[in-house]
Nanobody
Framework: VQLQASGGGLVQAGGSLRLSCAAS????????VGWFRQAPGKEREFVAA????????YYADSVNGRFTISRDNAKNTVYLQMNNLKPEDTAVYYC???????????????????WGQGTQVTVSS
């Protein structure tokens, strides 16, 4: 499966962006999809994940309550709605997918087999 992340950009603090992760090659309705980010000089970190059932979502503490992950299986797309953005949210955001990750592992980037190319999010103060 090929993943294409889009929707990044430059926004002022307090603003919003919606990232999209579109899959091609095969349907990924049964895949766990995660969003990760990496800021300059920092390690990649988990942001959010969604399991096969859209009711099962998981968030990093730093974004909980501000970001919402969702999926549209008909469009083979997962979204990350980011509200109340802060300068510390500035990073390259990546989406990743895998057909079989257990709950205890979905925050680990190493567990995902498929990755998108990343989209830059810059939040100005």
């Amino acid at each position: 499966v090929q993943l294409q992340a889009s929707g990044g950009g430059l926004v002022q603090a307090g603003g919003s962006l919606r990232l999209s992760c579109a899959a091609s090659g095969r349907t990924f309705n049964n895949y766990v999809v995660g969003w990760f980010r990496q800021a300059p000089g920092k390690e990649r970190e988990f942001v959010a994940a969604i399991r096969r059932s859209a009711g099962n979502t998981y968030y990093a503490d730093s974004v909980n309550g501000r970001f919402t992950i969702s999926r549209d299986n008909a469009k083979n797309t997962v979204y990350l709605q980011m509200n109340n953005l802060k300068p510390e949210d500035t990073a390259v955001y990546y989406c990743a997918a895998d057909p079989s990750i257990i709950i205890t592992s979905l925050r680990r980037g190493s567990e995902y087999d498929y990755w998108g190319q990343g989209t830059q999010v810059t939040v100005s103060s």
